[in-house]
Structures are given as structure tokens and as C-alpha cells.
């Protein structure tokens, strides 16, 4: 763990892999231990050495740092170590969870127009809200019927400013909103940029119905990579193009070279056999000259186990 410091303010952050270019562990802040795991560029910069890292983390900390996305990002990439940045990381959390205590509760005319508002989109599509009825989640359901969530934080200051969104989307939606605008105005943008997505939501569905996705184990609708079993401790790893999901994707070859170095030299070969019309799932059956691993026939369990070349830990 060269380079790190602060190891007796982080006892749990640990190495993910053998590298040493991904850490994973819990950042504890008023008494609730939140989980985040970092993943570092293969060759640092001796000088930034965490220019171009990633940060992930839960759900939670997504929402509570929605607003301080920037500034998060810009302590990441200029810190000189991942302790240094976790001390500011775990500063700007503490100083936002402050600034929502003092926060002084809206007017009562906040409250009567948001319950003016759900009568109008409809009370059950009302997933859960919470007790200061500032944030939501919404139900809508896609023209394809697949079901979405969405959350909505209302500031103190609505309707003069809006709602901030979040979705599970492969690209985020800018959302437009004016003085007069509706939660309703919000939702129809939202729903609008689903459409868009109809496609790839269509590709992705087909490979998670018909091969056994090895990572990620309970993948988003925003999540456009997925690593697929291909047997002999082998994976076939690829990310698709939301524009053009039926192109070509982004693929990575893991295991056995004595494996996958057919399969890669296959792909190559047979790449202008490429067909717009085919599902994803059918374009990499037909180049690679093979039929996927599938759920109906074999277990999950033949495929899951890791090995010294490809493996993961995974961040609940």
C-alpha cells in the first residue's frame, strides 16, 4: 500500500486486487459506516498519483453528495495519497450531513403544493418518501413495461429551484426547470429519456436472460458493461454503445491464454460477419463460433469460482 497514510483513521481500507491499483473499505461518519472502494490508473503519475482514480460508493453517499459531485472529483485528483484524500472525503461528508441538520424546515405552502403535485401525477406511483417529505421515489414504467425508479430531493427554496434527479440512466439527463415548472414537467423529461434507451435496455436484457453474467451480479439500468462466462475459468468482458447498441462493443478477452487466444483470433477474423439486424448476443455467438454458457442448461456456479487471472471483491 505505498504511498498511503492516515492507516489508523482507515483501519478497513484494504487492496482489491494484487496490483494495488483498487482499495476498498468503509468511511465511518457520525456513527454509520458507509462502504466506498477506489480504483487507481495502472501507471500513476509519480507526481499525481491518483489523477484519472474512481471513486464508488453506496447509494447513500451518491445521494448525500449529489450536489458536491465537483469538488469530491477535484480532491480525488489532486491529493498526493488515498489517505490524504480520504480525510478530505470524510471532511466534506461530515460538513454536508451538518449543513442538512441546520437546514431550517420549508413553509407550509412547500408541503401543500407537494401534495398538490402527487395528486396530480398520481399517489401510487409513489414509492417511498421520507419523513420530511423532501425526497421521493417515483415509479414510471417504459413503453417496453421494464420498471423505473427515480428520485427526487425537492430543496427548501422549490419551486424557485428545482428538484435534484436521480436515475438509473447510461448517460444523466440534464433536466430543464423554470419557477412555473411541475414535478410533472420533470417526470415527462424523464420518461422521455428512457425512450431513448429502449435499445440498449433491449440488448442488455437479451444477454442477462440467455448467459450467465459473471459481474456486475445485479446490474443497473445505467450500467452498460457486463462480464460474461464463457467456461474453462474464461470470461468475455464488453461494454456497449449506448448510441449503437448494436455495433461492435468494447471487448476484453480474460483466462487461459491457451483459451481465449482462439476465441480473440476468431473474433478479429470473422468481424466483417457483423450484422446490424442480430441482437448482440447472436453477433458474438456467430464470430466467435460458439454457443454462451446458459442458464437453463448449467449452473452459475460452474463459472463463478475466481482464478489467479481474473477475480473481483465485490462491494456489497
Given at each position: 500500500?505505498?504511498?498511503?497514510?492516515?492507516?489508523?483513521?482507515?483501519?478497513?481500507?484494504?487492496?482489491?486486487?494484487?496490483?494495488?491499483?483498487?482499495?476498498?473499505?468503509?468511511?465511518?461518519?457520525?456513527?454509520?459506516?458507509?462502504?466506498?472502494?477506489?480504483?487507481?490508473?495502472?501507471?500513476?503519475?509519480?507526481?499525481?498519483?491518483?489523477?484519472?482514480?474512481?471513486?464508488?460508493?453506496?447509494?447513500?453517499?451518491?445521494?448525500?453528495l449529489a450536489d458536491q459531485r465537483r469538488l469530491v472529483v477535484q480532491r480525488l485528483t489532486e491529493s498526493g495519497d488515498i489517505g490524504a484524500f480520504l480525510l478530505e472525503f470524510k471532511d466534506i461528508l461530515e460538513r454536508r450531513l451538518r449543513a442538512q441538520r441546520?437546514?431550517?424546515?420549508?413553509?407550509?405552502?412547500?408541503?401543500?403544493?407537494?401534495?398538490?403535485?402527487?395528486?396530480?401525477?398520481?399517489?401510487?406511483?409513489?414509492?417511498?418518501?421520507?419523513?420530511?417529505?423532501?425526497?421521493?421515489?417515483?415509479?414510471?414504467?417504459?413503453?417496453?413495461?421494464?420498471?423505473?425508479?427515480?428520485?427526487?430531493?425537492?430543496?427548501?427554496?422549490?419551486?424557485?429551484?428545482?428538484?435534484?434527479?436521480?436515475?438509473?440512466?447510461?448517460?444523466?439527463?440534464?433536466?430543464?426547470?423554470?419557477?412555473?415548472?411541475?414535478?410533472?414537467?420533470?417526470?415527462?423529461?424523464?420518461?422521455?429519456?428512457?425512450?431513448?434507451?429502449?435499445?440498449?435496455?433491449?440488448?442488455?436484457?437479451?444477454?442477462?436472460?440467455?448467459?450467465?453474467?459473471?459481474?456486475?451480479?445485479?446490474?443497473?439500468?445505467?450500467?452498460?458493461?457486463?462480464?460474461?462466462?464463457?467456461?474453462?475459468?474464461?470470461?468475455?468482458?464488453?461494454?456497449?454503445?449506448?448510441?449503437?447498441?448494436?455495433?461492435?462493443?468494447?471487448?476484453?478477452?480474460?483466462?487461459?491464454?491457451?483459451?481465449?487466444?482462439?476465441?480473440?483470433?476468431?473474433?478479429?477474423?470473422?468481424?466483417?460477419?457483423?450484422?446490424?439486424?442480430?441482437?448482440?448476443?447472436?453477433?458474438?455467438?456467430?464470430?466467435?463460433?460458439?454457443?454462451?454458457?446458459?442458464?437453463?442448461?448449467?449452473?452459475?456456479?460452474?463459472?463463478?469460482?475466481?482464478?489467479?487471472i481474473c477475480y473481483s471483491y465485490r462491494l456489497e
Amino acid at each position: 500500500m505505498s504511498g498511503f497514510s492516515n492507516v489508523d483513521v482507515f483501519p478497513l481500507l484494504l487492496p482489491a486486487d494484487a496490483s494495488l491499483n483498487s482499495f476498498q473499505g468503509y468511511v465511518s461518519v457520525h456513527g454509520h459506516e458507509h462502504p466506498f472502494r477506489i480504483e487507481l490508473e495502472d501507471a500513476p503519475s509519480p507526481s499525481c498519483p491518483l489523477a484519472g482514480a474512481r471513486l464508488f460508493c453506496s447509494e447513500r453517499l451518491r445521494d448525500l453528495l449529489a450536489d458536491q459531485r465537483r469538488l469530491v472529483v477535484q480532491r480525488l485528483t489532486e491529493s498526493g495519497d488515498i489517505g490524504a484524500f480520504l480525510l478530505e472525503f470524510k471532511d466534506i461528508l461530515e460538513r454536508r450531513l451538518r449543513a442538512q441538520r441546520d437546514v431550517a424546515p420549508p413553509p407550509v405552502n412547500f408541503y401543500s403544493r407537494f401534495v398538490s403535485e402527487l395528486d396530480e401525477i398520481g399517489w401510487e406511483r409513489l414509492a417511498s418518501v421520507d419523513k420530511t417529505l423532501t425526497s421521493f421515489d417515483i415509479r414510471l414504467v417504459d413503453k417496453a413495461g421494464r420498471e423505473h425508479t427515480v428520485t427526487l430531493r425537492l430543496p427548501p427554496d422549490y419551486p424557485a429551484s428545482g428538484p435534484v434527479c436521480t436515475a438509473e440512466l447510461p448517460v444523466q439527463v440534464d433536466v430543464r426547470w423554470q419557477p412555473t415548472s411541475k414535478i410533472r414537467d420533470v417526470l415527462a423529461q424523464l420518461e422521455r429519456a428512457f425512450e431513448q434507451y429502449q435499445e440498449v435496455w433491449a440488448v442488455l436484457d437479451d444477454l442477462d436472460a440467455h448467459v450467465w453474467v459473471l459481474e456486475p451480479e445485479r446490474p443497473s439500468r445505467a450500467v452498460l458493461t457486463r462480464r460474461i462466462a464463457l467456461g474453462q475459468h474464461s470470461s468475455l468482458q464488453l461494454t456497449v454503445d449506448p448510441r449503437r447498441p448494436r455495433s461492435i462493443p468494447e471487448v476484453s478477452f480474460m483466462g487461459a491464454e491457451t483459451f481465449i487466444n482462439p476465441l480473440r483470433d476468431e473474433f478479429n477474423r470473422r468481424l466483417q460477419t457483423w450484422s446490424g439486424q442480430r441482437l448482440l448476443r447472436a453477433n458474438l455467438e456467430a464470430v466467435l463460433g460458439i454457443t454462451f454458457p446458459s442458464p437453463t442448461t448449467t449452473k452459475k456456479e460452474d463459472f463463478s469460482m475466481d482464478c489467479g487471472i481474473c477475480y473481483s471483491y465485490r462491494l456489497e
